[in-house]
């Protein structure tokens, strides 16, 4: 069975693989000509390339993007601004954004189902105003008492809590992924989810098709689907050069009847919860809301689950406690959030800017990847600077070389400012965490690179003053004595280094 799924894998990826070198092979050929045509051509490319520099120095982009591109279009003064045309053309986009806003605006009086717990924030915590205000406020996405949360600093806990949480289940079970691969943690999962499905259950899956194009056969949803749970394929990978494929759905999401919900860096896979070795032992972490917060994930979950054509399920329909109030006892408050590319609101990176510059005392990171812009650069180096200790944990063991070189590229800018940079030596650190001041953090989806911040669908949970905190802050510094503490001398490069480095950071939003 192992080996009819490779094969057929292997043709959906060899299928997909030759179209687009079709595609490129054609655009080379238009691109450079032959014959008589050759000058006109040549000249009309060139003046496309200066158009599109004049387009990108007038957009509202990240900086970095706006560096990448026009630097491309001197690079490659012919080649550059066809280039730019093909990426950075979507089919339908704008269908696509009218769907996400309407699937907001419809779902937002439901977020207050629970009502509103501002005001009970502030009077018990006014120092945290900024972040509570701007992600209900403007983000849209409100803070929640009566509920319980619950930190996982490995997959195998993680694992097992899923699976007898499944099992409680009575009115649906909603899954949300970016990679699903079966195997030793999956296929317990699909078991239960198919049990539960005849029982009666709604049971629903979203997979991202980038995320499972390695991993799953194209028909998959139907296998699904055939065991009674229902399947939305996100975004289809088409063999087509277009940005819109970088616009993939990099969620985490277990909902149990809108009563719990698990988020974080662990997708279903079996690398996840170690029963393979592929970088070493992966280290990762999540987080489970018990009680109302667990409600606005179920949200956001719909709010894509609403994407597809034809599909318009009732938000409030969901609402698990219809008959009588949680009786979740408190644990600090939550502010679940999610961050959509399709916007100009770059959700994920404000939390953490907001986390970094509230911390007075401390400020630690678990992060796979370290590819960040000017902002956020900036904000590390100035917490540092002004005596706050920074402490960042990457992983030692990488999963992408190019991506590793351009992590370690922004080592020596960041030790130089003060902050300690570590390097997790036991395997992959694949972890996406904040915590500051035993006071505020946040885990969720959001890796510290270009896609995530600003090119993918994440998610997280904002936590103050809950117990997990306390926890999010353990895990780190029990994470330490497995960790190399990188120093300025190792940083330490020869020219033709610091001019390999600096020509690959150029890219770095591409990564």
């Known amino acids: ?80 601004g066809i280039l730019y045309i093909f990426f950075n053309s979507q089919a339908n986009p704008r269908k696509f954004r009218r769907l996400i806003r309407k699937n907001i605006q419809d779902s937002h009086n439901a977020f207050y189902m629970c009502g509103n717990r501002l005001p009970d924030l502030l009077n018990t915590y006014p120092e945290f105003r900024p972040q509570a205000h701007y992600l209900q406020d403007y983000a849209g996405f409100p803070v929640y008492a009566n509920t319980q949360s619950r930190y996982f600093d490995s997959g195998e806990a993680f694992f097992q809590r899923v699976l007898e949480e499944l099992e409680k289940a009575q009115m649906y079970i909603f899954l949300e992924f970016f990679i699903l691969r079966e195997g030793v943690m999956l296929n317990p999962i699909i078991s239960i989810l198919e049990r539960k499905a005849r029982e009666g259950l709604d049971v629903r899956i979203i997979y991202d098709d980038l995320g499972c194009f390695m991993s799953l056969p194209a028909h998959y949803r139907k296998n699904l689907e055939e065991k009674g749970i229902k399947c939305f394929v996100f975004n289809p990978f088409r063999p087509v050069l277009s940005s819109l494929q970088n616009n993939r759905d990099h969620r985490k999401i277990i909902i149990i009847d809108g009563k719990a919900a698990f988020t974080g860096g662990l997708n279903l896979a079996d690398e996840y919860i170690n029963a393979v070795n592929r970088f070493g032992r992966w280290k990762d972490a999540a987080i489970m809301l018990e009680g109302e917060g667990a409600w606005s ?41 999610a961050d959509s590319p399709v916007d100009e609101e770059n959700v994920g990176e404000h939390v953490y800017i907001q986390i970094i510059n509230k911390a007075k005392k401390y400020v630690y990171i678990n992060t796979p990847y370290l590819v960040v812009d000017d902002s956020l650069l900036s904000a590390l180096a100035l917490a540092a600077k002004s005596g706050v200790d920074v402490r960042i944990i990457t992983p030692h063991r ?114």
């Not at 994930?297 to 949680?326: A, M, R």
């Open 297 to 337: 994930l179920t949200l956001i979950f719909l709010q894509i689950w609403n994407l597809q054509n034809g599909v318009n399920d009732s938000y409030e329909s969901f609402y698990p406690w219809k008959e009588s109030p949680c009786e979740v006892k408190p644990d600090g408050y939550v502010q679940p959030y």
């Open 1 to 80: 069975m192992k080996k009819k799924l490779s094969r057929i894998v292997f043709r959906r990826r060899l299928f997909v693989i030759s179209t687009l070198l079709v595609q490129i092979a054609f655009l080379v050929f238009l691109i450079t000509g032959a014959g008589i045509y050759f000058q006109y051509t040549n000249w009309i490319f060139r003046i496309l390339s200066i158009i599109v520099c004049v387009h990108v120095l007038n957009k509202h982009a990240k900086a970095a993007y706006k560096i990448t591109w026009i630097f491309l279009n001197m690079l490659f003064p012919i080649f550059g």
């Open 398 to 511: 990488w999963d992408k070389w190019i991506v590793a070189m351009i992590s370690r590229s922004y080592y020596r800018q960041l030790i130089s400012a003060g902050v300690k940079v570590y390097e997790y030596t036991s395997g992959f650190n694949h972890g996406k965490t904040f915590v500051c001041d035993d006071a505020l953090a946040t885990v969720g989806t959001t890796n510290l690179d270009f896609r995530s911040l600003y090119l993918h669908f994440e998610c997280g949970v904002l936590l103050y003053h809950s117990q997990a905190v306390q926890a999010v802050k353990d895990d780190f510094l029990q994470t330490i004595p497995a960790s190399h503490e990188v120093t300025l001398q190792e940083c330490a490069r020869n020219a033709f280094q610091r001019i390999f480095l600096d020509v690959l950071r150029i890219f770095a939003p591409l990564m």
